[in-house]
């Protein structure tokens, strides 16, 4: 059996044939120019006179067979629209964020990774909950050294197993002579790496630094460190320790026992080759480190870290031609420990030794402090109005990322589906980059992984703005209009830890992400169409979209009025 089927509001012939024997009879009936008839479920609409006859009378007629149908479809006359098939639009539109809708909010970035304060679990678990997203490891030499070579599977990594759980970064230091504690020298070169005593700082007594063995040991370790730990997400900064006294490099007042500036060199060397990944720090700008990827730690902070005194932290910096340097390479240290309980109250008085926190933290573009009182000083840490500042003292520290414009484009609306990207503003307002790879990532519900930019922020320094773009694939229409929550990301970030962007929005809850929302629709009278509806439109054939600029098309572009 086939079938035949004319648009009756042309006029043509609609005809259903059973047999192919009764193909005859139907000719007859265009010829004679019959009205409607039914006989024996035949249903026939015949054209008038001077409409051409679908058929071709010239065409042989077999009674057995149809004609033949050269259409390719089976249809001789206008052929209904196929509407799941419409072309790609090719409307594109960006839909922008209202910039007061995006406010500076430095509280999201509270829990930050790689910034602001510290303390070390090796002295006692925090009291408090001071936000903290870093710890300090300090060890003596011979936890991870000994006479066969590096004992780091033993000595180090069950301490960054625990820090990881924690979701916190480690800040390594190594020491040989920290005064007033068990020599950190390796039990095998007890004897034979003479050591001269002292009482200063509650005694102990110092290795010669330059002595072969005592030499060997320091590189050896580093080597190791370095072929275990470099680029290490769990690794954040490693302070290079090991000589002097706390591994501060200085013996004061004893300055003849110091390493030699060879010895010095040998260790600075052995560092930047080992670790060109993560991030290095010394404790002063000593000759030959300006030129080597060293940042610098100051454990006096705000005690001796402005002003006009030579040996105070920024003027040697200054002098050693390094107060650029942490551009590239990251300031840390710890803040002074005679003023952590007072630095915040309203009864520090600022004087040569007792600096204003915030103008050191700016002068010097630090990153994050050491500071065991918040976590533990006195059993509570800091209470009240301290609290608070201590919080915006940490969160001053470091980088800080704001998203400053933000705009959505759609394109492509095809089969419920648009083609989407974010492109966003990037503003640096921090006091120091951020020293590891970071990119801006965008995701919508339901998206299986958030969708990253290829644009490295990290080089951006204070000041500083950068436009990126975050391609999102082709998404489900509905999609859209749902919630995006921005943020950002680096490989140098463990599971649960985090970069926020410091900035809310009207649609952002109070802690968390930064969220943005787009709303894309079409008005049609007093009506609101999502994008993606269909809505039927007089005089089309299918139903005309909510295209993502707000306009109503057809299935073949066109658009709908």
């Not at 599977?153 to 069950?158: F, I």
């Not at 002003?307 to 107060?323: K, M, S, T, Y």
């Not at 979209?545 to 057809?554: I, K, S, T």
Request: proline share 7%.
């Amino acid at each position: 059996m086939s079938e035949k089927r004319w648009n009756a509001d042309a006029g043509l012939l609609v005809l259903r044939v059973g047999l192919g024997a009764m193909m005859m009879t139907i000719i007859s009936l265009f010829a004679l120019g019959c009205g409607d008839a039914d006989k024996d479920g035949l249903t026939v609409t015949v054209a008038p006179p001077d409409t051409a006859s679908p058929v071709d009378s010239a065409a042989p007629v077999d009674s057995a067979e149809p004609p033949p149908d050269d259409s390719g479809s089976g249809d001789s006359g206008s052929v209904e629209p196929d509407c799941s098939e419409c072309a790609e639009s090719a409307a594109t539109m960006l839909h922008s964020v209202a910039v007061g809708a995006l406010e500076s909010a430095p509280e999201r970035t509270a829990h930050n990774a790689l910034k602001g304060f510290m303390t070390s679990y090796l002295w006692g678990t925090p009291v408090t909950d001071f936000p903290d997203q870093m710890e300090f490891l300090y060890l003596p030499l011979k936890d991870l050294w000994n006479e066969s070579g590096d004992t780091l599977e033993a000595g180090l990594e069950p301490l960054m197993v625990a820090a990881a759980e924690r979701n916190h970064h480690v800040v390594l230091r190594v020491f040989v002579d920290y005064p007033n504690r068990p020599s950190g020298l390796p039990d095998h070169l007890v004897g034979d790496v003479p050591c001269s005593v002292y009482t200063e700082h509650g005694g102990g007594c110092s290795p010669d630094y330059d002595d072969p063995e005592m030499l060997e040991a320091m590189l050896g370790v580093i080597e190791a460190l370095g072929a275990r730990y470099d680029g290490d997400p769990r690794l954040g900064f490693v302070q290079l320790g090991l000589l002097g006294f706390w591994g501060e490099w200085h013996t004061w007042p004893h300055g003849d026992w110091f390493a030699s500036a060879d010895t010095q060199q040998a260790v600075m060397d052995a560092y930047a080759a080992a670790f060109p990944t993560t991030q290095l720090q010394i404790r002063y700008p000593v000759s030959g480190s300006v030129d080597l990827p060293l940042g610098f730690h100051d454990d006096s902070f705000a005690h001796s870290t402005l002003g006009e005194v030579e040996w105070f932290f920024l003027p040697r910096l200054i002098a050693a031609g390094a107060e650029e340097r942490w551009h590239e390479v990251g300031i840390g240290g710890e803040l002074r420990p005679e003023l952590q309980s007072g630095v915040f109250s309203d009864d520090y008085v600022l004087g040569e030794y007792a600096q204003d926190m915030t103008e050191c933290i700016e002068q010097t573009h630090a990153s994050y402090l050491l500071n065991y009182h918040a976590y533990n000083g006195a059993g509570v840490g800091y209470l009240g109005a301290d609290r608070a500042r201590a919080e915006e003292a940490a969160m001053a520290m470091g980088y800080r990322f704001e998203v400053a414009e933000a705009s959505l484009e759609l394109s492509g609306l095809a089969d419920g589906s648009v083609e989407a990207s974010v492109q966003l503003g990037i503003a640096q307002t921090g006091v120091a980059p951020f020293y590891y790879p970071a990119f801006a990532q965008a995701s919508w519900a339901g998206m299986s992984d958030p969708a990253v930019s290829e644009v490295d922020v990290s080089p951006l320094l204070p000041g500083d703005a950068l436009s990126v773009r975050i391609d999102l694939g082709r998404v489900d229409a509905a999609t859209v209009l749902e919630p995006m929550t921005l943020r950002l990301t680096s490989p140098m970030l463990q599971d649960g830890q985090r970069m926020e962007f410091a900035t809310t929005t009207p649609w952002s809850a109070a802690e968390g992400s930064t969220v943005l929302q787009w709303t894309v629709q079409c008005t049609l009278g007093d009506a609101l169409h999502p994008l993606g509806a269909a809505v039927p439109f007089p005089g089309h054939e299918c139903d005309c979209a909510c295209d993502v600029d707000g306009a109503f098309r057809d299935c073949d572009g066109s658009v709908c009025e």
